[in-house]
Structures are given as structure tokens and as C-alpha cells.
């Protein structure tokens, strides 16, 4: 029997790091409806916790009424609430030995030779993490330079502590990172890095994972075309093949903007399309060129919208207007009058109406995941690449999410195309225009 579908899904399950469309999903939530969860910390912890095998630790997905593959979803991000004290994060070296063939996904006991090891806790620093078998350390990463950070009651501000305030921390690392119960993963806090001190951080707080699930297994971190490219050939057993990547969703994406008020819109692949969440960042600079940035625990509140025969290849984003590029943002009524007035100069009677796009790309370099935003802009929009290069160029910018491999292609696109593509409502609602 099926069950009824909800107004509103409360998560506080996570998965083991896999994102498997074979799996139950939690719902189903109804058209319009909210999904609100208490996600845990992505990238260190699960990192350094051999028994999440994906890199990082999501939500359990949740599906949605009446979606099927070919739909896509609106995603409108409402709220996200930092709820961590402090957090841990910096520049990190693998360690040879520690894994087979990727350190995120197949952690195994340097010692006994066990992949996925359950493991304890016994003290603190880069060993305490040790192989409930044989009691050997098992964290696959260490820190090149890394730093504790703790954050004010009222989510504006971050500063970077000494060592004498990290190792403090490290004594009750799940308390201050505020781990959501249901979370299995080891806090980063307790290696107590210090290598930068005193340095204060403005709050920015977005998720570094949102979106739905693949339909084809694969772990939570790499479902995307850069780190996914991982997979292809790789020894252990979440494999991929190139075309068997293409399944991807690109719901990690690390891209700053995917914060509350933007409207994220993300293809369904599997029936139900299986809404996750995760690795909220409490801020980060674009490219998140450390390959690490502070990684927290929060409150997300998310309303979904059921878009039936909108068929994406990958996420459509419509950024808050101050996250816009400067040549991406539409034009104010003064600007449209001059740019009216000097066409009508040189014998032209009207101009383009336009409003701003974000396509996301995704690839195992930075050229590569351009590539892949202009196609697919192309491709929503019916127009050719070419076009899209152009218009990029003189009203957009190309922005990069996180190297080696995910890029924004936003640009100002005509009224008349985003209305075919079914988003002239998401346009007026975010930018007032249209």
C-alpha cells in the first residue's frame, strides 16, 4: 500500500555515504510541501570516519509525489541555520596505505587489511580514530595546514583559535560541532588543528550538497563530474563506468550561492527524484581552493515544486540578486531606457527583454565543466553553443564552484526562451521582472 504523501518531511536519518536508488526513500512529501532536517557536518568527518563510504554523510532522500524521470524539481531554499560552535578544516595530504584507490570511498586498516573498519575513539589528535579490530590508526588524510574555528550565537561571525582553545575543544568535539544524533561520523575537531590564528570570517552559511538522487549507485561526494570521474576504472566496488557517470545529478556542487532565497531547480532521474542534503558550509570563497572549507552541522528548510516534462540534463540555479555577476544582473529601468533610447539612435524600435540563468556544469577539469554548462544552457534554452558563449560574454560570467571541476555559465537570457523553458515564474519570483 502506498503511503500518503505529507506536507511536511522531518529527516533526521542519514545514509552510509552511498547514494543508491535501489534504496527506500523516506516520504513521499507532497507538491509544494517542505522538507526540513538537521543535517550533520560534510568532508572532514566522514573523511576521517572509515565506515562512511562516500566522503560524506548525507540526509536519507526523501521522495516526492508524483515525480518521475523526465520531471525536474524547484527546489526553494527557505532557511539554513548554523547550529555548530565550532569546526575544523584546512589543506589535507592523503596517506598511502590507508585506502584502496580512493581515500573518500575506501578507507581500509593500514594494519589488518580491513576496508571500512568500525573503529573507536581514544584520545585526541591525527591517531585518536583506531581500528575497532587491531587498534591501529586508520584516518586516510592529515593536515598539511588546517585551523579551528569557532562562531558567534548569531551566525555573522567566525574567528580562527589557538592551540591552546583547539585542544580544548577537542576534549568534547560533539558537543561544539553540535552532530545531530542519528550522525555516525568521528567530529574533525578532534585533531585540534591550529595553523591559523586570530583570523576572523564572515558567515555566509549555503549547502555544499543539494539535489536528487542518481540512478545509478554512487557515492554521496562524488556525484558529480569532477571527483565522479574517480570512479571510472577505480579498484573498489562503487566503480563507474563513463556512461554509467552520466547518471550523475550533480548534487554536489559546493557552489556559495546555493543559499536561502535562491531557488534551485534539479533534474529527477529515479521515480520519486529522492531530495537530498548535506555538507552545509558556514562560508567559502568561490572555488574552495583549499579543497576544504568550514564544514558544519545546521537547520535546512526546504519547499519543493513538482515540474512535470521539464527534462534537465543537471541543476538550474537562480541566484539572489547580490550573488549575481555584475553583467548578469537585469537592468534597472533607467539602464533599459538608455540602452531603448540608443537603439532607437541607430533606427532599432525595441530591445531584448532578459532576465539571469545560472546553468551548472560539471567535468573532470574546469574547461570540461564549462564545456558541459554551455551544452547544457544550449540545450534548455534551444540555442547553440555559440550563442551561449556570446552571451555569457557581454551579460554574464563564467564562475568557478570548486576546482577541479564545477562552473557557473549565468548570463542574461531572453524572456521569451526562459518562459519555453517553463521558468519565466522562478525569474519574476526571484528578480521581479518578466
Given at each position: 500500500m502506498a503511503k500518503k504523501a505529507k506536507?511536511?518531511?522531518?529527516?533526521?536519518?542519514?545514509?552510509?555515504?552511498?547514494?543508491?536508488?535501489?534504496?527506500?526513500?523516506?516520504g513521499p512529501v507532497k507538491d509544494g510541501g517542505f522538507i526540513v532536517a538537521n543535517t550533520a557536518p560534510g568532508c572532514w568527518g566522514p573523511m576521517i570516519t572509515p565506515s562512511l563510504k562516500g566522503g560524506h554523510e548525507v540526509t536519507k532522500p526523501v521522495a516526492i509525489e508524483g515525480a518521475e524521470p523526465g520531471d525536474a524539481v524547484a527546489i526553494r531554499i527557505r532557511e539554513i541555520n548554523v547550529t555548530s560552535v565550532a569546526t575544523a578544516s584546512g589543506q589535507d595530504e592523503v596517506i598511502e596505505g590507508y585506502f584502496l584507490g580512493d581515500p573518500y570511498v575506501?578507507?581500509?586498516?593500514?594494519?589488518?587489511?580491513?576496508?571500512?573498519?568500525?573503529?573507536?575513539?581514544?584520545?585526541?589528535?591525527?591517531?585518536?580514530?583506531?581500528?575497532?579490530?587491531?587498534?591501529?590508526?586508520?584516518?586516510?588524510?592529515k593536515f598539511v595546514h588546517g585551523y579551528t574555528v569557532v562562531f558567534d550565537k548569531i551566525g555573522q561571525m567566525g574567528v580562527t583559535v589557538n592551540k591552546v582553545v583547539a585542544d580544548r575543544i577537542a576534549q568534547n568535539p560533539g558537543k561544539f560541532a553540535a552532530i545531530p544524533e542519528n550522525s555516525c561520523q568521528a567530529s574533525v575537531l578532534l585533531h585540534a588543528p591550529a595553523d591559523l590564528v586570530g583570523v576572523p570570517a564572515r558567515m555566509r552559511p549555503f549547502m555544499g550538497q543539494l539535489g536528487s538522487t542518481p540512478s545509478v549507485r554512487i557515492p554521496d561526494s562524488h556525484n558529480a563530474g569532477d571527483v565522479g570521474s574517480f570512479l571510472i576504472g577505480a579498484p573498489h566496488e562503487y566503480a563507474l563506468t563513463e556512461e554509467e557517470l552520466e547518471q550523475r545529478t550533480d548534487g554536489h556542487m559546493d557552489i556559495d550561492a546555493v543559499r536561502p532565497g535562491a531557488i534551485l531547480i534539479v533534474p529527477i532521474k529515479i521515480p520519486g527524484a529522492g531530495i537530498y542534503m548535506g555538507d552545509m558550509h558556514a562560508l567559502q570563497g568561490d572555488g574552495e581552493i583549499a579543497g576544504h572549507t568550514m564544514d558544519v552541522s545546521g537547520t535546512v528548510t526546504?519547499?519543493?515544486?513538482?515540474?512535470?516534462?521539464?527534462?534537465?540534463?543537471g541543476p538550474v540555479l537562480f541566484p539572489l540578486l547580490d550573488d549575481l555577476p555584475p553583467l548578469a544582473r537585469p537592468l534597472t529601468a533607467e539602464e533599459k531606457q538608455q540602452a531603448l533610447?540608443?537603439?532607437?539612435?541607430?533606427?532599432?524600435e525595441e530591445i531584448e527583454e532578459t532576465a539571469p540563468i545560472s546553468?551548472?556544469?560539471?567535468?573532470?577539469?574546469?574547461?570540461?565543466?564549462?564545456?558541459?554548462?554551455?551544452?547544457?544552457?544550449?540545450?534548455?534554452?534551444?540555442?547553440?553553443?555559440?550563442?551561449?558563449?556570446?552571451?555569457?560574454?557581454?551579460?554574464?560570467?563564467?564562475?568557478?564552484?570548486?576546482?577541479?571541476?564545477?562552473?557557473?555559465?549565468?548570463?542574461?537570457?531572453?524572456?521569451?526562451?526562459?518562459?519555453q523553458a517553463g521558468f519565466l515564474p522562478f525569474v519574476r519570483e526571484t528578480y521581479n521582472v518578466g
Open positions: 506536507s511536511t518531511i522531518f529527516v533526521s536519518e542519514f545514509t552510509d555515504g552511498i547514494l543508491d536508488p535501489e534504496k527506500p526513500m523516506l575506501a578507507t581500509k586498516c593500514p594494519n589488518c587489511g580491513i576496508l571500512y573498519p568500525e573503529t573507536k575513539i581514544n584520545g585526541t589528535g591525527p591517531e585518536a580514530i583506531q581500528c575497532m579490530k587491531c587498534g591501529h590508526p586508520v584516518t586516510p588524510f526546504l519547499q519543493v515544486e513538482l515540474l512535470k516534462g521539464c527534462e534537465l540534463d533610447d540608443l537603439a532607437r539612435r541607430w533606427g532599432m546553468v551548472i556544469g560539471t567535468g573532470p577539469t574546469i574547461n570540461a565543466a564549462v564545456d558541459n554548462g554551455l551544452a547544457r544552457a544550449a540545450d534548455i534554452l534551444d540555442m547553440t553553443v555559440p550563442e551561449v558563449r556570446n552571451r555569457a560574454t557581454v551579460s554574464g560570467a563564467i564562475e568557478i564552484g570548486r576546482l577541479p571541476g564545477v562552473a557557473q555559465v549565468t548570463f542574461l537570457a531572453p524572456l521569451d526562451k526562459l518562459e
